[in-house]
């Protein structure tokens, strides 16, 4: 069973490697709508510090849900998914083994870049980890529920753009966590409480999204 | 005489797929239906039928990836959508579409589809299939740049190495495979029968296959019934 779920992470991996320029496009996606905001905002530190936990939180949604559309798409087209939903293992275990993957390649480099892109808005240096530690417990909860719509989403034509209808609404919670965790740290209230309900919800979230995930995909499949 | 105790466990009782009063419907579009079948070991079922008549259907509803509008399968007696993963480790299906993935190596291709059947094979062992099947030379070729036989034969290469699992469902395992493929596929179906393995197969040309029980069904019949 484990071997089956490593060579499942492996695959996607490797894949992700051979087709490194659409993970870099979501990377560069973040980078880029992060930067314009000083950009358009002009040079107002105080301003540019109070809003940046939400900046950096809603690019990140929306980074996280550009990636999704391919999470299952390909599979679902060459029918690699159909041996997939046939495979020796428990659907949910694969699910959670391609989501885990899927966030190491378009999740965890959100997580490493956000400092860089703090630091263009002027935000103190004791608030990095605060903001790191909050999308690294953030972003898996925004992957897995996010392939809960790409599953659903799955073979319909127009298939992103309800995607984003689906999902963004259900992202509310962590964007509010996320980026209220860094706003109590800067506020000095501390930030102990937003990040503990955060790993809550991503503990609720593995528990949950997966068995949805495989349901959504059976349905696609028939 | 094996004792029951060393026998792998799919062995103990001989296993068996059945199908008890089918009824397929495609969108508003009924099929057939009243369709009972039983396989056991050493059984090769032909599905024929026109374009159109449900053969792939009827295949993805024995594998448990569609649901059948009436009536149920069963492995062993159980239901296989309440069986799940505890009947799809016994199940190899090969879908019309090729699961390849363009950017992974032939060798890679097959190392992941063996690998979601849970069988451990070495690399040599997988060299050493995919050789038979004529791809020697291009294990380390991206599938991308593979002919359509080329594409199929990788797939089928994974048959050989899953002789171990007691059922194969094939969905024109023959299509756009050259003589000498054709040759060596109907030489690993005919020694997986004789060896006690069960296929359901369609396919729209005729090829002789060795099998210790060969039954045919076709699906124009079953239409209006």
């Known amino acids: 069973m484990m071997t089956l779920l490593k060579a499942v992470v492996r695959r996607d991996l490797l894949l992700a490697w051979r087709r490194r320029t659409d993970a870099a496009t979501v990377v560069l996606f973040f980078l880029i709508v992060v930067s314009l905001f000083p950009l358009g905002m002009g040079p107002e530190p105080n301003l540019l510090r109070t809003i940046a936990p939400g900046i950096i939180w809603v690019a990140a949604l929306l980074a996280c849900m550009l990636s999704l559309q391919q999470l299952f798409a390909s599979d679902h087209v060459d029918g690699v998914l159909d041996q997939m939903l046939l495979a020796a293992a428990p659907l949910s275990l694969i699910v959670i083994a391609r989501a885990f993957a899927h966030w190491l390649i378009s999740g965890l480099p959100l997580v490493v870049l956000s400092p860089m892109l703090a630091v263009q808005f002027g935000l103190p240096s004791e608030l990095y980890l605060v903001l790191m530690l909050s999308l690294l417990l953030g972003t898996p909860a925004l992957t897995l529920t996010g392939a809960i719509g790409a599953a659903l989403t799955l073979g319909l034509r127009g298939g992103g753009m309800l995607l984003a209808l689906l999902v963004l609404p259900l992202y509310i919670p962590v964007l509010i966590l996320g980026a209220g965790a860094v706003d109590a740290a800067a506020a000095g209230l501390g930030a102990e409480a937003h990040l503990l309900l955060l790993g809550a919800q991503l503990v609720l979230t593995t528990t949950f999204a997966p068995w949805a995930i495989a349901a959504s995909l059976r349905i696609a499949a028939e | ?225």
Not at chain 2, 36 to 63: E, I, W
């Open chain 2, 1 to 225: 005489m094996l004792s029951a105790s060393t026998q792998p466990l799919h062995l103990r009782t001989l296993p068996m797929l059945e199908a008890h009063n089918i009824e397929i419907t495609r969108g508003d579009r009924r099929l057939f239906g009243g369709l009972n079948l039983a396989l056991d070991p050493g059984t090769l079922l032909l599905v024929a039928g026109s374009n159109g008549s449900g053969k792939t259907s009827l295949l993805r509803t024995l594998c448990g990836l569609l649901m059948p509008s009436a009536g149920e399968v069963c492995w062993n007696g159980e239901n296989v959508r309440r069986l799940r993963e505890e009947y799809w480790q016994h199940l190899v299906y090969v879908g019309h579409a090729n699961a390849l993935k363009n950017e992974l190596s032939v060798a890679e291709n097959l190392e992941v589809l063996c690998a979601l059947s849970n069988v451990h094979t070495s690399p040599e062992q997988r060299r050493k299939s995919l050789v038979q099947f004529g791809l020697s030379g291009r294990e380390l070729l991206t599938a991308k740049s593979l002919s359509q036989g080329q594409r199929r034969r990788t797939i089928l290469a994974r048959l050989s190495l899953c002789v171990e699992l007691p059922l194969w469902i094939l969905d024109e395992p023959f299509a756009a495979l050259d003589s000498a493929a054709i040759d060596h596929m109907q030489s690993v179906v005919g020694t997986y029968l004789a060896g006690g393995g069960m296929v359901v197969m369609t396919t729209h040309q005729e090829i002789p296959i060795v099998a210790p029980t060969l039954r045919e069904l076709n699906l124009d019949g079953l239409a209006h019934r």
